[in-house]
């Protein structure tokens, strides 16, 4: 991967390519992950400052953590990715959420993208105080299987979700 691949904080000023990003993750008709990304962006200046808010802890719903949400970029300014990295675990982060969420564009994944965006994601929450980090996926997807395990993570068991759905969780140490 020749690209150079950078976060950045969410911003008004990357609304039409953000906007392109999340049209086209509508338009494949897939789960929207992170949950950040099923945010309606309508009012684009709303939906930043809520990111903002969230990072601070202003306003959370009850039970939920501060997260912070960052936007991966290539040279020219395209949003590739979306991660929301969550301050602490509760409960539920703790058995099907993780601290760290994360999701490629549909037209830009098995490109590595991903690897590149869980490892700049790593930096992040180490930057946060977080020394060690849940990242989970689910048992089907075995695409983030891989990137997890290509940035050290170590398999823990897993949660059954009340649907079946088998989660797989790893502890990655910063």
Known sequence: MRENLYLTKPSVDLEGEYLSFY??????????????????????????????????????????VPDSTYWLLNNDRRIIGVVNIRHQLSEFLLNSGGHIGYGIRPSERRKGFATKLLSLSLEKAK????????????????????????NGGNLDSDFIEENGNIVKRF????
């Open 23 to 64: 049209k086209e993750w509508l338009d494949s008709g897939e789960n929207m992950i992170p949950w950040v990304i099923e945010k309606d962006p309508s009012n684009f200046e709303k939906m930043v400052q809520s990111l903002i808010h969230n990072e601070k802890g202003v306003n959370l719903p009850e039970g939920w």
């Open 127 to 150: 930057d946060l105080g977080i020394n060690k980090v849940l990242v989970v996926c689910d048992k089907t997807n075995i695409g983030s299987f891989k990137v997890i395990t290509k």
């Open 171 to 174: 502890w990655i140490e910063l």
